[in-house]
């Protein structure tokens, strides 16, 4: 069964610096990956997503992922953190050969953000 | 227009009671899901819709009762709760079919809370 970690449950930043959370997964075929982020109480929004071709992908909100199959990783990044940042970000797997539509979540990364 | 909506947005109930949460989408998707949130944790799975037939349960107990009206909503049944099963409980959909069959849009959740 396919598994993802975030190694890091909460990360502080300050306001401007740049941003890389940690996403790793463990998946022996075709990984789908998203990365997801919810405001307190809210739903979950889908920030940028990775099926094939170029590794590197651009999200919205200015983020991007950058895909290595040899490190089993998608680590997602931004240059410049705004405060409306702050928020749970999610790293989610799907299986992308068994064509069972149902993603894996880690377990989460909070992002703070000092002004 | 990549919204889901989800009524009510709080619900409090009795271990008594019955009651269902409402969840509705107008992007022509054909998939739509059913996930489980607790605090400070990532969404489960607990059921799956692929063109209005149950596809994937989760080893839900019989308490949660899914139901695919039409292409566009999704209703859960919920009778005889546990305080336990307190929570955000968030709708999300997808397009049918192919690669975008996994790219998941969330609805902003119903917080139940079970006395």
């Known amino acids: 069964a396919q598994s993802v970690t975030q190694p890091d449950i909460h990360i502080t930043v300050s306001e401007g610096a740049s941003l890389e959370l940690r996403c790793n997964y463990s998946?022996?075929?075709?990984?789908?990956l998203f990365w997801y982020v919810q405001s307190p109480g809210q739903g979950l929004q889908l920030l940028l997503k990775?099926?094939?071709?170029?590794?590197l992908v651009q999200g919205i909100k200015g983020f991007e992922a950058e895909f290595k199959r040899s490190q089993s990783s998608f680590n997602l990044r931004k240059p410049s953190v705004h405060w409306s940042d702050a928020a749970e970000y999610f790293c989610?797997?799907?299986?992308?050969?068994?064509?069972?539509?149902?993603?894996?979540f880690g377990s989460g990364t909070r992002l703070q953000v000092q002004p | 227009d990549t919204e889901v909506t989800q009524t009510p947005k709080h619900l409090v109930m009795g271990m008594t009671n019955k009651k269902s949460l409402k969840c509705e989408q107008h992007?022509?998707?054909?998939?739509m899901y059913w996930y489980k949130q607790k605090a400070k944790k990532p969404p489960e799975l607990m059921f799956v819709y692929s063109y209005e037939k149950l596809s994937i349960n989760e080893s839900v107990p019989s308490r949660f009762s899914p139901e695919c009206p039409n292409s566009s909503l999704l209703n859960l049944h919920l009778h005889a709760l546990q305080p336990e099963d307190s929570a955000l409980y968030l709708c999300?959909?997808?397009?049918?079919?192919?690669?975008?069959?996994?790219?998941?849009?969330f609805g902003p959740g119903t917080r139940l809370t079970v006395t």
């Open positions: 992007m022509g998707h054909r998939a």
């Open positions: 998946y022996g075929a075709t990984p789908y």
């Open positions: 989610a797997v799907g299986e992308g050969d068994t064509g069972r539509r149902a993603l894996t």
């Open positions: 999300a959909s997808s397009q049918g079919s192919g690669t975008s069959s996994y790219e998941q849009y």
């Open positions: 990775y099926f094939s071709g170029d590794t």
